[in-house]
């Protein structure tokens, strides 16, 4: 995985930071801990399509 340890501080500033540092494409695994039930599962980072993000971003905006 990323780490070895929980991420502590604001999960998502964190994990942003980790998955901003991995090539689009690489499969990583990661355990998550929810509802005290642990979960184990692989992702896949893929590129961000900044125009698409762009316009889900406007459109949750106009929704508020």
Known sequence: ?????????????????????????????MRIIRDKKERSLNITVEELDLEAFRRLREGLEGAV
């Open 1 to 29: 995985g990323y780490i070895t340890r929980p991420i502590r501080e604001r999960p998502s500033d964190e994990l942003v930071r980790l998955v901003v540092k991995t090539k689009p494409g690489t499969s990583v695994p």
